[in-house]
């Protein structure tokens, strides 16, 4: 969990510093949907790839 937020943190820091705010929106959804992965279980989520949705 550290590095996460590690991670979490220099992606944060990299937007302030650049000034790409509208990369926020699109990183925050794609941890919403790294978490939905990992509590829901990969089977789940390999269906769907196989699905084409």
Do not use: C, D, R, S
Not at 14 to 31: D, G, R, V
């Amino acid at each position: 969990m550290k590095k996460f937020i590690y991670i979490f943190n220099e992606m944060l820091f990299l937007i302030k510093k650049h000034k790409l705010a509208f990369l926020l929106p699109i990183f925050i959804i794609l941890i919403l949907l790294l978490f939905l992965a990992y509590y829901v279980g990969p089977a789940v989520v390999t269906t769907f790839i196989y699905a084409g949705i």
